[in-house]
């Protein structure tokens, strides 16, 4: 297989590959430029014996084999038969859109069936800027699996979209929760088809994150209350995605186009072999995502194809953004150019992706889409590990401290992550490492769903310290988050000290809960009240965050000409934020961050100021005034002033 010449020769441009249904009839267009024959099948059904139809596709151009069935042939399924010479396969339309369980035959769909009502006026919020995000990364089924969330439709699209929930102690679940913490966006761990669990079978009550990609324009079958009728996931999660939006909730979708779940097995290989792919001049699969495998983003048919899905996504769902799984093994030209037509769809979509890969991918690394190049590709956000490890601690190494539980030093990568990792002369000491051109390209994160949950990193930096002193750290570290420049981003139920029990003997916790069980995953309710305290806090903290635009510039410039850091003794990071001609209710704010175990007095610029963020509470509202020139902050906690 030479890609290259594949790529000068074969590139097809058109629309329609996949199946294009109408009354009359449906075209079927499969890229396949060497393959010898192929042949369309035609099912009853998405599985089982039920052979109806087979037709000889022609040859057509570039590379592409066509025919048409000039009937209604509407929800029903098929596949391709595809001869290269030594071997046939059967395969699942590499563009399907639709299919019966487990993804092995894609199904004809008429998607304009498929349309809540009202549909065609469904929007997701609007994003002045995108700095006005702040995102909730869920697993679909963790807020629904434990009964604690009294949601009937529990691991399935329709619990998320459940209203009036309760827990036990009567406090709102599911998605009044989420309305509740104020949060402008869902992210969800991956929707589309993937292999791990068995849709057969959900009673096996299997539980996977979804990284193991099998058909990328369907979505997961398990999902939906009926996995074996195409049709029926199409509209529980249109619903869902109604749902939210009705809420004033956006959608991200997180998409896993680095790597496929099969390698020789896989759509890719038993359609075009060798093309999808990087390959290794001795025939192995490069494998920079250590699941076996990873994409050829710079073939130029993988490239479309990706462009090809997230336009699909967008379009047909409305998805309000993606998040991008080890976006580092992409190349940063296919980014831009998904960029550019996702634009067109949906101008102020939400791109941010992982800028790093597992392992080093087959290309040069000045074209891929990784966190050091950033600059080359201004519409994306990365997620920021500077700002994740200075906060609690290096992520990996499980008893590493940060900022906040107790390691000393840390104030100027602290001040380079308050930045959004722009540049800022007073950061670093004046050293440079910028990365992000405007803070939107930083997601400011302190947990997500790999490694341990913020609540077990505590647990195990600071086991000699009481719950009383952990919950301090940990809000702290959210009030870092939510007043820091960028998007902040964080694992849902950090909000309620989510915690994730270990299943290993010399375990405590679960760090790579991939395939752990839901006892282990859920969302456990009862948390919330147990943590009022700490809920309302990060509730607190991000309706601030809401209201004041001080805490989301985003030029580079903007936060250097306003945002000014203060001489602070050891362990302690303060700023304040000039609001002069901005669209903001206060005209300056000052904010102090406390690492020290004890009490600090500090100067503060002089004159009468508002509290609205203290050791115990967070808000809109002033919890206090405050005049002269030196203020008081309690240990282990962060200080918002307002005026
Ligand atoms: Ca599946």
Not at 399 to 404: D, I, L, T
Not at 490 to 507: C, F, H, N, S, V
Not at 568 to 589: F, S
Not at 629 to 638: C, G, Q, V, W, Y
């Amino acid at each position: 297989m030479d890609w290259k010449k594949m790529d000068s020769k074969y590139y097809y441009e058109g629309n329609d590959l996949g199946c294009v249904y109408t009354k009359e009839g449906t075209t079927f267009r499969v890229w396949s430029p060497e393959a010898k024959k192929v042949t369309l099948n035609l099912y009853e059904q998405g599985n089982g014996d039920c052979l109806v139809e087979t037709f000889p596709m022609q040859l057509d151009k570039a590379g592409t084999w066509y025919t048409e069935v000039k009937k209604d042939i509407k929800g029903m399924y098929y596949t391709y038969t595809i001869n290269h010479g030594a071997d046939t396969r059967e395969v699942i339309d590499v563009y399907a859109k639709a299919a019966g369980v487990n993804g092995k035959r894609a199904m004809v769909l008429d998607f304009s069936e498929t349309n809540p009502i009202d549909w065609d006026i469904d929007q997701g919020p609007v994003l002045k800027r995108k700095t006005d995000a702040i995102l909730y990364e869920l697993h679909l089924r963790d807020v629904s699996a434990d009964a604690t969330a009294g949601i009937k439709n529990k691991y399935l699209f329709g619990g998320l979209a459940e209203q009036g929930t309760h827990s036990p102690d009567g406090l709102a679940t599911g998605l009044d929760h989420i309305k509740e913490m104020g949060v402008t966006h869902v992210h969800l761990l991956p929707l589309h088809d993937f292999g791990s669990v068995d849709e057969e079978h959900p009673e096996r009550n299997k539980f996977n994150w979804g990284y193991d990609p099998v058909n990328y324009n369907v979505l997961e079958g398990s999902y939906s209350t009926d996995p074996y009728h195409g049709e029926v996931r199409v509209k529980e999660f249109k619903q869902l995605v109604k749902k939210l939006h009705e809420n004033g909730i956006g959608v991200v979708m997180d998409v896993v186009y680095n790597h496929t779940y099969y390698t020789k097995d896989s759509v890719f290989e038993k359609t075009v072999p060798g093309y999808y792919y990087r390959i290794h001049a001795d025939g192995t699969f490069a494998d920079a995502s250590a699941c076996g495998n990873e994409t050829a983003s710079e073939h130029k048919m993988m490239r479309k194809y990706m462009i090809d899905s997230l336009c699909f996504w967008a379009k047909e769902y409305h998805i309000d953004g993606f998040r991008f799984d080890l976006m580092g093994i992409h190349d940063i030209d296919t980014m831009n150019a998904i960029a550019k037509e996702l634009k067109k769809i949906k101008p102020d979509i939400i791109l941010y992706g992982e800028g790093w890969a597992a392992a080093a991918p087959l290309l040069a690394p000045k074209s891929l889409a990784m966190k050091v190049n950033a600059a080359k590709m201004p519409d994306y956000s990365m997620f920021n590990d500077n700002i994740r490890d200075a906060v609690k601690g290096h992520v990996f190494e499980v008893e590493a401290k940060g900022f906040v539980n107790g390691k000393e030093d840390m104030e100027e990568e602290l001040k380079f992550a308050i930045v959004g990792s722009t540049h800022h002369k007073q950061a670093l000491n004046g050293k440079e490492k910028a990365w992000a051109k405007t803070a939107a390209q930083s997601i400011n994160y302190i947990s997500a769903h790999d490694d341990l949950t913020l609540w077990d990193k505590f647990a195990l930096t600071n086991p000699e310290d009481s719950v009383e002193i952990r919950k301090k750290m940990n809000c702290l570290a959210a009030a870092i988050i939510f007043t820091s420049q960028g998007i902040p981003f964080i694992q849902a139920g950090e909000e309620m000290l989510r915690t994730k029990p270990g299943t290993e003997p010399g375990k405590k916790f679960t760090s790579n809960s991939y395939n752990s069980p839901d006892a282990i995953n859920s969302i456990k309710w009862n948390w919330k009240k147990e943590y009022a305290d700490v809920v309302d806090y990060y509730k607190g903290l991000i309706a601030f965050r809401k209201e004041h635009i001080m805490l989301r510039m985003m030029e580079s410039e903007e936060i250097e000409t306003r945002l000014h850091f203060m001489e602070l003794p050891p362990n302690m990071v303060g700023y304040t934020i000039d609001g002069e001609n901005l669209e903001d209710t206060l005209k300056e704010l000052c904010i102090v961050y406390n690492a020290n175990r004890s009490q600090q007095q500090v100067e503060i610029p002089e004159g009468t100021w508002n509290v609205y963020v203290n050791e115990k509470n967070a808000g809109t509202k002033p919890l206090a005034e405050k005049s002269g020139k030196t203020i008081t902050i309690e240990p282990l906690s962060a200080i918002v002033l307002g005026r």
